[in-house]
């Protein structure tokens, strides 16, 4: 009999808390499990609701913060903008892998600079052109905020994302590297839709 045998004999109430933290251990892996076999089975939907809910949840704490009313639609407009970027940004960074492979210094850099340059540029002119139309403003309204917002939202984007970008690209599998991003806009899509909103 081994020595953890006899001790849980003994004291019958250390079998009990071994039995409970495998069961809490094995409880917190099912969801996870459940999680990853969404990823892998059905990527495109899985990435979509992730998309959807940061963008979700971005937007209503900007609101929480600075309105006394919630604009419920406001928040069904960047909802739906997180459903349709979610598997966009996936597929996104899985071309990135496939032109700059491997995690190398160079790479990374290369990985970067095109995202800055091309993802950057057109995420900024979904939130300040497409997104004032589609909340069905005039295109002249939505051609000023483009104006006025366009490049500072850019230019404040890149800051933010650079860094957690270079993290993503050396440390994150490919597959979670659409979920790290999206769990880091939260941070992002709380800040920028409180500069679409507010200023």
């Not at 969801?31 to 089975?41: C, G, N």
């Not at 190398?104 to 300040?128: H, N, R």
Request: proline share 4%; hydrophobic share 45%.
């Amino acid at each position: 009999m081994s020595i953890l045998c006899r001790i849980c004999c003994k004291r019958p109430q250390l079998l009990q808390c071994r039995q409970l933290s495998t069961s809490t251990s094995q409880r917190l892996k099912s969801p996870l499990r459940t999680f990853q076999k969404l990823l892998d089975k059905r990527p495109l939907i899985t990435n979509s609701l992730i998309g959807g809910f940061f963008m979700f949840a971005g937007d209503l704490t900007q609101q929480l913060y600075f309105n006394s009313v919630i604009k419920w639609k406001e928040v069904a407009t960047f909802t739906s903008l997180g459903l349709i970027y979610g598997p966009i940004e996936a597929t996104w960074f899985r071309y990135l892998d496939i032109w700059f492979p491997g995690t190398a210094a160079l790479q990374i850099v290369k990985k970067l600079v095109v995202d800055e340059i091309t993802w950057g540029p057109f995420d900024a002119a979904v939130l300040f052109y497409a997104l004032p139309l589609f909340e069905t403003q005039s295109h002249e309204k939505a051609a000023s905020e483009f104006e006025q917002k366009f490049l500072t939202g850019w230019l404040g984007s890149a800051g933010f994302w650079l860094i957690f970008q270079a993290i993503n690209f050396k440390y994150i599998p490919n597959k979670y590297r659409a979920i790290y991003a999206m769990g880091l806009s939260f941070i992002y899509d709380t800040g920028i839709a409180v500069y679409k909103y507010q200023f």
